[in-house]
């Protein structure tokens, strides 16, 4: 069964930065898309960054330039180092894994940004 457990959420006042974790567990093939997805307070869930297995990426308009995904393969594990934060980045933050045409959710971490 594969699940997966995001870490490293907190208050963080704007400007300050974050460093999310995904780790995993499962048995999971080694071809995948991992990243994270957010939803902010009456929001719709929508898409942060992205990595595959082969260290493609990508990231919404919003983040480029500020977040950075990284993964280490051997781990099954996901990051998101997130810098310059603003108000508008809080939300909970999910991780998210695309593997042999199936999506995994993680339960969520909250990040906030406040003075």
């Known amino acids: 069964q594969v699940q997966l457990l995001e870490s490293g959420g907190g208050l963080v006042q704007p400007g300050g930065s974050l460093r999310l974790s995904c780790a995993t567990s499962?048995?999971?093939?080694?071809?995948?898309?991992m990243g994270w997805y957010r939803q902010g307070p009456g929001k719709e869930r929508e898409l942060v960054a992205l990595?595959?297995?082969?260290?493609?990426?990508m990231y919404a308009d919003s983040v480029k330039g500020r977040f950075t995904v990284s993964r280490d393969n051997a781990k099954n594990t996901v990051y998101l180092k997130m810098n310059s934060l603003k108000p508008e980045d809080s939300a909970v933050y999910f991780c998210?894994?695309?593997?042999?045409?199936?999506?995994?959710w993680g339960k969520g971490t909250l990040v906030t940004v406040s003075p």
């Open positions: 990595i595959t297995s082969a260290f493609s990426t």
């Open positions: 998210y894994l695309n593997v042999n045409a199936m999506n995994y």
């Open positions: 499962g048995n999971i093939f080694r071809i995948n898309t």
